[in-house]
């Protein structure tokens, strides 16, 4: 132990308040709402993420599930035509980028500064404006929602008579479906909600990027890394060279709705295969961005609860990178339908099947890790080994996709719907929960309910395969997707009401286990140590809930597995001596809520000048010299700043000689 | 102890799932990609299987280990106390011997991958699908002269929501329901006219899609006489669930019978024959309903007591469907919508949705009435969106029936069905505006009134109220165009 553990009480430095050039200072130490506004710390700003996306997942869920009600039965009237199209496309829409992906964007601002032992991430403020950026394009896109709603309660009185509000053209928009010709002012809410997301998950990509090449603790080589933080890294060079070209097909779709542009007019010689491409060169790699974090958790949780390192370390960080970087050459297999011709149907066919590989070396290596170890059948474990499981089922059907001339039967078939929810749901959202499980011990110090997590875990899984199972069967009898409704004869009734009573069991199952989260988060009593799970890797050396500076000292990282290795093995760490004036923590920032409110203005009202309202192109163009303002002072708001020296109740702790379990702390 | 539990239940489950799977599935359905009637899907449901043989032999080879570690492996009481697993890091050689494994395995895959994409992307050329099609011998037609060994081309298009198909080699057009002839290599070009669509037609071929803007085709093949089922599988806006489409594969005889039939085009209501001359002296039957229609200007009455005369009637005038629709050879060349010749003759209407088929493949005439009467009359109601009743306040292009029903409105026309100026201030209309109104009773509405004030005013009526005082028609009238359609046979 450094002599750092010994300091005997906190001892806060205030530096003197420095008005910037402007006159500004920076709010620090606030508690409340402005605190939760202005943070720039990466534990609240992962925290934030974690509710947004939460609640966002009940939104979507409560959108799946008026889908399959509408569907239990045939020729069904329970909504209608178009506001079924409304659902599916705000469904896909929710849980794709307000769902899974910040609910991955919260463990990476929570566990991977804490993994690699660094103080935050490395651009605190551009972390706060990811998050804010978030925010404002998740409301305009549902914003779309209480307009429809005003409208349809009659608030705009008589004049105003659209009556598609909410994106209706799927959320993969094909052009020229989505141009201003077939679509209304729903596509435009979409096309600037979307843009705004984009700005918010490139901002994050860039900053993680940062963070994990530069912000490690002596000692923590590449080759050290925990497997999710490795994961975050190649997500995150996903994210940078995959939003560029959505952001650029959107930006398309907008010239053409909002100033007559022909990029996809056809009776201008505009060409809708274009949005295909590059919606697609962005859409793949976005599956992959979806699954890698989820993969990286359960690449965590297997070893902990096998008690044993993770079998091919390099092999599974490398099939990592291989995924990512194929993911860019198999856009194509979206688009086997479209005439592309035989080459290129061919080469995508077999890169398609190309990626089968490093993904099943994935899967070896995770039943190496099982091999030969001691398996504890926690919650996580369970959520872990349902995720191998079924993210296998959902890779097999994938493999059947990647045979192009089988596909052109599946395509746009409930076999392709079966085939991503098993890869979405099955893969991305079992290897989530778990890692909520995981870690919520670690975020909050308390453990979630052991014995209705068990219980839960089962719902989830039956319910699941429930309703997506027999979506095999439907599209290979010819059920095509996105359709509201479907004939009697076809022979789809039963299987169909199965699917939906599946959806309820899930969503249930889901339900609850949210419930329970919120119960454990306002919860005084479920208090647990601070490595509940005998863990492995460097967040675990923490107290629970992590104190706002991280490391009290910096640690210096001699193994793989460095938590574990202290405890159990021969690398005890060793820390580096603090700075004498202590922790050198920064102000926080009104800057970054302002830029999120700007980009707020500008979607929302740049979809309002699409409908026609007049002026609001002005209030677009305020909206925008908000952004540009809000960046401007953030450069000029000064570094402010105080220092902080944690006291010994704060420091890591010694490894506990009796790993306690899970069961102990119910 | 929990797991236990768990293990339980899943093995009482198992067997009532799999009863439940094995009973409630059928692989024949109508559009099952699983039971293929011809050699294109044939192809894409052989290679299917390959797949799924692969692919279950790695599940139950993979899962079978999954399943003995996890249980092998697990922690057992006194586990505690014992040391920690050996830590290893990985094996290089299990790495490559599985990879190597796993690249094997996909070879299977791909191989006969190749095959299909070449045999399903180019008009085959050798056995055992082609036979040079032998149009010019087979078929008799003075339309397929110098289209001999040329294969059958079909022209799909694609609208929201329906689907046109033409036959350019014999100058036919028909709509949501085509005709090939069995054996017989044809080729589809697939255009759309306005959005993404997709063929889909399970049982004989995979999905190619069609592109606006670009020139798509496949080749198909029916090997076994049927009706088959299709739909669009590309999402194209709001009634995408209800563009469905049908195919006949016919016996080359039925083909040629039905090609024969096609090319006559319809007859003039009522066996209307024009009177030989010396120039013609065997009328066309163009002739006849040229004929017809300059009786039906000089003498409507002869036709008073004639639904089907009164339908055609309808049709040409005052309904207006003409603007749209195309009846070969008469005066009625829309182009808008489908091609109404021969309409008689389809199992369905309204790209799929209305059925009037019996069990055993003829037509129910009763229900087909019924379906003519509904959906010519609520189209709305049986195809949201769709253009023969399109009506969005928020457009200017509103289409077809919609127009017929609020033309020709005035003040003093809603009087006489009993709308009162409460109807028009709760619509939000003015006094001063109001005032104008019964100033001029006579008047349009169109030049006092916004459209959308226009429709909350009249919201209350009926269509037999409406039928009374604007251009809509009567129960009557819409009964009598179904007659007329139904003649079209």
């Known amino acids: 132990m450094s002599a750092v553990h010994a300091e005997p009480v906190t001892v806060k430095t205030e530096l003197p308040k420095t008005r910037s050039e402007l006159g500004l200072i920076r709010p620090d130490r606030k508690t409340g709402l402005a605190d939760w506004l202005t943070t720039v710390d990466h534990k609240k700003i992962g925290i934030m993420y974690g509710a947004a996306a939460l609640f966002f997942f009940l939104v979507g869920g409560v959108e799946a599930l008026m889908i399959r009600t509408q569907l239990a039965v045939s020729q069904n009237d329970f909504i ?21 992906m910040p609910l991955s964007a919260a463990f990476f601002n929570f566990i991977v500064p804490l993994q690699i032992g660094a103080r935050d991430v490395a651009f605190p403020r551009l972390n706060t404006f990811s998050l804010w950026t978030f925010i404002a394009g998740a409301t305009v896109l549902n914003i779309s929602w209480l307009f429809q709603f005003a409208h349809t309660v009659g608030w705009f009185g008589q004049d105003l008579v659209r009556t598609d509000i909410v994106p209706a053209g799927g959320w993969f928009g094909y052009a020229p479906l989505t141009s201003d010709g077939y679509t209304g002012i729903g596509t435009d809410f979409w096309i600037l909600g979307l843009q705004i997301l984009g700005v918010a998950s490139l901002a994050a990509a860039f900053n993680f990027i940062v963070t994990i090449i530069n912000m490690r603790a002596p000692g923590m080589t590449m080759m050290r890394l925990p497997v999710f933080t490795w994961m975050t890294l190649v997500t995150s060079f996903l994210i940078i060279f995959a939003f560029p070209a959505i952001t650029i097909a959107l930006a398309e779709l907008m010239f053409d709705r909002y100033f007559g542009t022909n990029f996809f007019r056809v009776d201008m010689g505009g060409q809708p295969i274009l949005w295909q491409h590059l919606f697609w060169f962005f859409g793949h790699p976005e599956v992959y961005i979806l699954v890698l974090p989820a993969m990286g958790i359960v690449s965590e949780i297997l070893p902990t609860f096998s008690r044993k390192p993770l079998f091919g370390y390099p092999i599974v960080v490398f099939s990592g990178a291989v995924i990512g970087f194929i993911g860019f050459a198999v856009w194509s297999h979206h688009m086997f339908t479209t005439g592309l011709g035989k080459i290129a149907t061919a080469a995508f066919s077999l890169l398609t099947m190309a990626i089968a590989v490093p993904t099943g070396v994935k899967i070896f290596n995770w039943m190496g890790t099982l091999w030969g170890g ?8 369970c959520y872990g080994l349902g995720f191998v499981w079924m993210f296998m089922l959902g890779g097999f059907s994938g493999v059947m996709h990647s045979a192009a001339p089988a596909d052109a039967q599946q395509q746009d078939s409930y076999f392709v719907v079966a085939h991503f929810h098993y890869v979405l749901i099955g893969g991305v959202l079992l290897g989530l929960l778990g890692g909520l499980y995981y870690w919520i011990p670690k975020i909050y110090g308390k453990m979630m309910n052991q014995k209705l997590g068990y219980g839960m875990f089962f719902l989830i899984l039956v319910g699941f395969n429930l309703a997506f199972f027999p979506m095999h069967y439907l599209g290979l009898t010819g059920m095509p997707r996105r359709t509201h409704t479907y004939l009697v004869g076809y022979g789809w009734d039963l299987w169909n009401l199965v699917s939906t009573i599946g959806a309820f069991l899930l969503g249930i199952g889901i339900l609850i286990v949210f419930i329970d989260l919120v119960v454990t988060v306002l919860s005084k009593k479920r208090k647990c140590s601070a490595d509940p799970w005998d863990a492995r890797t460097l967040e675990w050396s923490l107290p629970s809930p992590v104190p706002s500076y991280n490391f009290a000292a910096t640690p210096v990282v001699s193994a793989r597995d460095c938590w574990w290795e202290h405890k159990h093995g021969d690398e005890p760490l060793e820390y580096v001596p603090g700075d004498s004036h202590g922790i050198h923590m920064p102000s926080q920032s009104w800057m970054p809520l302002i830029c999120g409110v700007g980009f707020l203005v500008f979607g929302i009202s740049m979809a309002m000048m699409g409908a026609g309202v007049p002026h609001a192109g002005y209030v677009a163009i305020g909206g925008l010299v908000t952004v540009v303002l809000g960046i401007y002072l953030w450069a000029l708001e000064g570094p402010g700043g105080y220092h902080i020296k944690p006291g010994p109740e704060n420091s890591p702790k010694a490894p506990t000689p009796q790993p306690e379990h899970a069961e102990a702390n119910v | 102890m929990l797991l236990s539990r768990i293990q339980q239940t899943l093995f009482r489950l198992f067997p009532l799932l799999l009863s439940l799977f094995v009973t409630g599935c059928s692989f024949t359905g109508r559009q099952s990609t699983l039971d293929p009637k011809g050699p294109v899907a044939q192809m894409q449901t052989d290679l ?66 190749l095959k299909a994409i070449w045999a399903t992307h180019e008009l085959p050329v050798d056995e055992p699908y082609y036979e040079p099609s032998k149009l010019g011998t087979w078929f008799k037609g003075d339309m397929a002269e110098g289209e001999e060994d040329n294969v059958l081309v079909i022209d799909a298009y694609g609208w929201q929501w329906w689907w046109s198909f033409e036959y350019p080699q014999l100058g036919i057009t028909t709509a949501n329901e085509f005709v090939i002839p069995k054996d017989k290599v044809v080729k589809v070009n697939l255009r759309s006219m306005d959005v993404i669509h997709s063929f889909w037609l399970p049982k004989i071929a995979g999905k190619v899609d069609l592109m606006p ?37 016919m016996e080359e005889d039925d083909f040629e019978k039905w090609v024969a039939d096609y090319q006559a085009g319809a007859v003039a209501p009522s066996g209307f024959h024009a009177q030989a001359d010396k120039d013609k002296p065997d009328p066309t039957a163009r002739d006849d309903w040229m004929a017809w229609s300059n009786e039906t200007r000089t003498n409507p009455e002869v036709f008073a007591n004639d639904p089907v005369s009164q339908g055609a009637m309808l049709f040409m005038g005052k309904g207006q469907c003409i603007v749209c629709h195309t009846i070969d050879n008469s005066i009625a060349q ?74 020709g409105l005035t003040y003093a026309k809603l009087k006489s069905v009993g709308v009162e100026n409460s109807a028009y201030i709760a619509s939000g209309v003015d006094d001063a505006t109001l005032k104008e109104l019964e100033a001029n009773p006579e008047s349009g509405l169109t030049n006092f009134l916004s459209e959308r004030q226009i429709r909350e005013v009249s919201s209350g009526l009926t269509d037999d109220q409406f039928s009374q005082i604007s251009n809509w028609l009567s129960p009557e009238e819409f009964a009598y165009v179904a007659a007329f359609l139904q003649s079209l046979k």
């Open chain 1, 80 to 100: 209608s035509a178009q506001l079924y199209n409304q659902m599916f496309t705000m469904h896909g829409t929710t849980m794709i980028f307000l769902g899974v």
């Open chain 1, 374 to 381: 001691r398996i504890s059948f926690t919650v996580p474990m």
């Open chain 2, 48 to 113: 299917f299987w390959i797949t799924v043989w692969v692919c279950s032999g790695i599940f139950i080879v993979v899962g079978g280990i999954l399943v003995w570690v996890v249980i092998r492996f697990r922690e057992k009481p006194g586990d505690a106390d014992k040391p920690y697993p050996k830590h290893g890091h990985g094996n290089p050689l299990i790495e490559i011997g599985l990879i190597a494994a796993s690249v094997l395995l996909l070879v299977i895959i791909a191989v006969p991958t």
């Open chain 2, 213 to 249: 803007g670009r020139k798509n085709w496949m080749w198909i093949m029916g090997e076994e006489a049927g009706h088959f089922y299709g739909q669009c599988a590309e999402f194209c806006g709001e009634a995408h669930a209800y563009m469905l489409f049908r195919c006949d594969v």
């Open chain 2, 334 to 407: 829309g182009k808008l919508g489908p091609n109404l010749t021969k309409v008689a003759n389809r199992k369905s209407l309204a790209a799929g949705i209305l059925d009037h088929q019996n069990p055993d493949g003829s037509i129910n005439r009763e229900k087909q009435y019924e379906n003519f009467v509904q959906w010519i009359s609520h189209s709305q109601h049986v195809k949201p969106g769709n253009i023969m009743y399109y009506d969005n306040p928020a457009e200017d292009n509103n289409a077809g029936l919609i127009n017929l029903k609020y033309a």
